[in-house]
């Protein structure tokens, strides 16, 4: 009797101790807990190895290779830590054969230790495209299918045909070339244009202000040509692309042939683009008279 009473008394005890340190004495609670705290530590060690191992934080600029030889950027490439791949081909005028012409990312861009870096390099020979069929078409017809395929007008020539408006020939470098005929990829052609059987003339637009290319465009669409080009001296070709007319030969406002040539003067220069524009005045023309309260205009 007295052992019965002993054991109740112990289990009441038991039950009055606290749920959770009753808990944390369990076996399987201190197991899983274990387990927890190992799962844990290890985690973080892995993060810290992970860290480590990946350089976290350091970063490399990538150089620019423009220019260099595949060999030249891979050497460059390694001694930054840094691998390469080619991955295409292209054809740019100017570069020589074989250099690199492209680069993926951009170069000053920040990557990890032992990143690739991939290329596109010259070509070893130009991109050659087919000329196609434009003739009997208009000119505006003809420019925009010779630029679906890579070529570019540089002029057009008029001359006296009964297919008034229509590209009667193309010449490439003075000589009358074929469809299908194979051209380097960005080469310029001239349009031969009929111009009707009679003597058609036009009026020189203002060129002023204009880039080089949209003067093309424009002098094109007025059945002009554009002639000879000058630059101020000095400019380099990135000046040259954003350069704008501020003088024209023939002037504006006089009237010539169709398909007649006309000079172009470029400039950076703001100071060139303050003077007044010459504009053609016909003197055979008389002014009108101006109004008078004399009597002597009666």
């Known amino acids: 009797m007295s052992t019965e009473i002993e ?16 808990l944390i004495k369990n076996p399987l609670v201190i197991s899983i807990l274990a387990c927890i705290v ?19 934080g350091v970063e490399i600029e990538t150089p620019d290779l423009n220019g260099m030889t ?15 791949e080619v991955i295409d081909s292209m054809y740019v005028k100017g ?23 991939y290329v596109k390099i010259q070509a070893y020979s130009a991109k050659k495209v087919s000329l196609p069929e434009v003739r009997e078409g208009s000119a505006r017809q003809a ?25 009667i020939e193309v010449k490439f470098n003075d000589q009358v070339i074929l469809p299908n005929t194979k051209l380097v990829e960005g080469s310029s052609v001239t349009l031969v244009i009929g111009r009707g059987l009679s003597n058609q003339e036009v009026v020189v637009s203002s060129f002023r202000g204009l880039t080089l290319e949209r003067a093309r465009n424009e002098a094109h669409e007025k059945d002009l040509n554009i002639g000879s080009i000058s630059y101020d001296k000095g400019m380099s ?8 007319v501020y003088k024209q030969i023939p002037i ?8 007649s040539r006309v000079d172009l003067y470029l400039t950076i220069d703001k100071t060139k683009m303050e003077e007044p524009e010459e504009v053609f005045k016909d003197e055979t023309v008389q002014d009108s008279v101006p109004d008078s309260e004399d009597g002597l205009w009666n």
């Not at 190992?38 to 976290?56: E, P, Q």
């Not at 595949?70 to 390469?84: A, I, P």
């Not at 570069?95 to 870096?117: F, L, N, S, T, W």
Request: net charge positive.
């Open 252 to 259: 504006t406002g006089k009237t010539v042939p169709a398909g």
């Open 237 to 244: 070709e990135e000046d040259k692309a954003k350069a704008v």
């Open 7 to 22: 054991s109740k008394s112990k289990e009441t005890k038991k039950n009055k101790e606290p749920f959770f340190k009753r």
């Open 143 to 167: 420019e925009n299918l010779l630029a679906s395929v890579g070529l570019k007008v540089r002029n057009l020539e008029y001359v006296p045909s009964e297919q008034s408006g229509n590209v």
């Open 38 to 56: 190992i799962v844990l530590i290890g985690f973080a060690w892995m993060t810290s190895w992970l860290d480590d191992y990946t350089n976290h």
């Open 70 to 84: 595949e060999k030249e950027g891979g050497d460059l490439l390694s001694t930054r830590g840094l691998t390469y």
């Open 95 to 117: 570069m020589k054969p074989g250099a690199i012409v492209d680069q993926v990312p951009k170069a000053g861009a920040k990557v990890k230790e032992g990143r690739k870096i």
